[in-house]
């Protein structure tokens, strides 16, 4: 992972807008799920997403943890984009898998599915590009890659 690439402001500042993103549609969300069941699998739509109350309230947190890693900053931000890109990934992945079963639980559709699996990527992006450290690090690092020409 690059040191203090200098398109990490813009890496960070995606994970964000993608963190307002989901925030956004979990709040949505819970509003438009109140009065049905945790795990209701009726037509409930927020931000062109299917939605019930335990997927709201899970996009919830995952939205709050993310915007305040942008807010945060630094190391804490590199591992919150990394390492939470990660669940939104494989959940798209099982969501392909239990999309028209029982196991439904949090009543996703292909679109969500297709969502999750952008939004993953560009918050793993962020992940792999945001690494902050100090430039003696980024010395070593930049040294280190640097392959000596062949006479």
Known sequence: MPINHPLRP???????????????FGIMGAI???????FSRESIWALWLKTNMAFSLLSILL?????????VGGELSHRINYYGSWPLLAG???GIAVMRTDAN??????????????????????????????PETEDAFRHNRVVPAKP
Request: glycine residues 14%; aromatic residues 12%.
């Open 105 to 134: 639980i949090f009543n996703w559709s292909m679109v969500n599915v297709i969502v999750s699996m952008v939004i993953g990527t560009l918050i793993l992006t962020a992940g792999l590009y945001d690494k902050p450290g100090s």
């Open 10 to 24: 813009f890496y960070r500042a995606v994970s964000g807008l993608c963190g307002v993103f989901i925030l956004a």
């Open 32 to 38: 438009a799920s109140s009065g049905e069941s945790f």
């Open 63 to 71: 939205g709050a943890i993310l915007v305040a890693g942008y807010i």
């Open 92 to 94: 798209g992945l099982a």
